[in-house]
């Protein structure tokens, strides 16, 4: 029987403590998840470092969000 997580979803990993934080990792959690678009090819593109992305299709380099493309 799966355990019900609580609305700190991913977060729960952390066990007890943390409360705030863990919600405010879970709203970027859930951002990191979603599929990044290249704003030159709409390809994917990957995070490669803070605010580095590079795109796995046309391969370009380019400064976006630290953690997502797109709010
Ligand atoms: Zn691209």
Do not use: H, S
Not at 23 to 42: D, H, M, N, S
């Amino acid at each position: 029987m799966a355990v019900k997580l609580k609305k700190i979803g991913a977060a729960g990993r952390f066990g007890a403590g943390y409360g705030k934080i863990k919600e405010r990792l879970v709203a970027v959690e859930e951002k990191q998840r979603i599929r990044q678009e290249c704003p030159f090819c709409k390809g994917r593109a990957k995070r490669k470092a803070k605010g580095i992305w590079e795109c796995n299709k046309c391969g370009k380099k380019f400064a976006g969000g630290t953690f997502y493309l797109k709010d």
